[in-house]
């Protein structure tokens, strides 16, 4: 057999030996292309994961996402230079793939909006897993946080899962992320009680509970007047993991305190008065 013989008198098997011999050169340059480029793709997701992994800014999910973004860019990228190789007019296939990536978008719209939010969570850290949080109706311990979603536990025991998206447009309470909390308490006495009398027992309760900071010092104050009392409140600032508790203690020992003291706390009354005719 020889080069010169026509084409199609040559077999199936004899044309591919013939392709094979007149392109030998390239499907080698072509094989050391996707070799060198898988190598090269593989190290450097490596690295990226490495050094996204030695900042503590970028959680472990994040950091897995970005270094896979940068190996499946760079399989791309060496896909079509291995393509170029034969002859292959890469310019379209580039084009059928900005289309394809845009039909894909526009079809996981709401699925990419969690991704992207999700993103975001990973990096700003409005939150950790483990802190309690509040957003919109729904206050919860964190449990997961995903790409597409975040995993809460409500108090009572129930699970919540919400889509970053919509976890990401609103505003997030974190109870935890600072270290102290200030805890605020009213209590209403009687109008012929003393203001004075009141706010005394209300500072030495904060100042017998060792949970209770020195610094900023308790506050008690005259919250409001109201119709059948009078507001006497108390201010204290705590450590974060004290305040259910130090809340749970000050509300009852202030009911002891004031009738140890004498110091009522009314009721709601109202005083009805009939017109004689």
């Not at 994040?62 to 890469?90: C, D, H, M, P, R």
Request: charged share 20%; proline share 5%.
């Amino acid at each position: 057999m020889t080069v010169e013989q026509p084409i199609a008198a040559l077999t199936i098997p004899e044309q591919i030996w013939m392709w094979l011999r007149v392109n030998m050169v390239e499907i080698a340059g072509a094989f050391a292309v996707l070799v060198i480029g898988l190598i090269i793709a593989s190290l450097l997701s490596r690295w990226v994961e490495r050094a996204l992994t030695r900042s503590p800014r970028f959680d472990p999910t994040i950091t897995q996402f970005l270094s896979n973004i940068v190996k499946y860019a760079l399989w791309a990228l060496v896909l079509v230079t291995v393509l170029a190789q034969f002859g292959v007019e890469t310019t379209s296939i580039l084009a059928a793939m900005g289309g394809l990536a845009l039909a894909v978008g526009l079809a996981l719209q709401g699925t990419l909006s969690n991704v992207a939010s999700g993103v975001m969570i990973l990096v700003q850290k409005p939150f950790k897993v483990g802190e309690a949080i509040n957003v919109g109706d729904i206050t919860a311990v964190v449990q997961a946080i995903g790409l597409f979603t975040t995993e809460l536990k409500q108090f009572d025991g129930l699970y919540v899962m919400i889509p970053n998206s919509e976890l990401w447009n609103k505003p997030i309470v974190n109870y935890h992320r600072h270290p102290v909390r200030r805890f605020e308490l009213v209590v209403g006495i009687g109008y012929k009680d003393s203001m004075e009398k009141a706010r005394t027992v209300l500072l030495e309760l904060a100042a017998s509970d060792e949970r209770v900071l020195p610094d900023p010092a308790p506050a008690a104050y005259v919250n409001s007047l109201d119709d059948s009392s009078v507001g006497i409140g108390l201010r204290v600032w705590c450590a974060t993991s004290d305040y259910m508790g130090l809340s749970w203690d000050l509300t009852e020992a202030a009911k002891a305190r004031f009738d140890d003291a004498g110091l009522t706390i009314p009721f709601p009354q109202r005083e009805v008065w009939q017109k004689a005719e």
